[in-house]
């Protein structure tokens, strides 16, 4: 069975949430990111990614890290992507075409979304009176966002017409522009895609138990 690094509130929850969605069973074990501890280092200290026996497996000290037998990877995206290969089925791509496709919007989720949005959930979190820092930090992600609403409009999910790994990797991104309130509501297509895929079950597991974990 795989095993799984980190924590709910971490990218870690995308792999949880595939893995939720495939039925493929695997051991979570909580590991901590080492800046939301007081001290990562203090000998009570759980598991956390600043660990010296974290560090071993993940020597850029992130999480998620997945360990299946000898293989450890890290990346989130290279987690699902090596995940949806490994155990298939009608979430993974079905042919080299649709591999493609996945992998385009993994690298587009990776270059153009997450930075725009990341920035946009962390200028809204550090200061939310700070209305003309999260209006630039909204400005970054309108393109992106743009594509996504072309390509939401004419396709129901991001490839094969159903839902893929691929709608994991990215509605793990843009949920992060939910920070800001109203702004997905001027890209409807991505609105209700976004919408749809939160709606699922798999999904709705893993946010309740993200939920129960300590902010
Ligand atoms: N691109 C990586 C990002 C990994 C990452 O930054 N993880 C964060 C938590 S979401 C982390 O472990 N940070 C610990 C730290 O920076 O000390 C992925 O998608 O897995």
Known sequence: MPTLYGVYRSRAAR?????????????????????RLPDPHASGAPLNTQSPDFLAMSPAGAVPILRDGDLVISESVAINL??????????????????????????????????????????VMASPADVAGADAAAAKLARPLAVLQAHLSA???????????????????????RARPGLIDAYPA?????????????????????EAEPA
């Open 15 to 35: 792999n949880i949430w595939l893995a939720l969605e495939m039925g493929i069973e695997m051991e979570v074990v909580p590991v901590i990111q080492g800046y």
């Open 82 to 123: 090596y995940l949806a290969r490994k155990y298939g089925g009608p979430l993974a791509p079905a042919d080299l075409e649709e591999e493609a496709q996945v992998l385009q919007w993994a690298f587009y989720g990776m270059t153009a979304v997450e930075p725009a949005a990341l920035a946009l959930m962390q200028a």
């Open 155 to 177: 396709h129901p999910y991001m490839v094969g017409d159903r839902f893929t790994v691929a709608d994991v990797n990215t509605a793990e991104v843009v949920r992060y522009a």
């Open 190 to 210: 991505v609105d209700a895609w976004l919408k749809a895929c939160q709606a699922r079950p798999a999904f709705q597991a893993m946010w309740a138990k993200r």
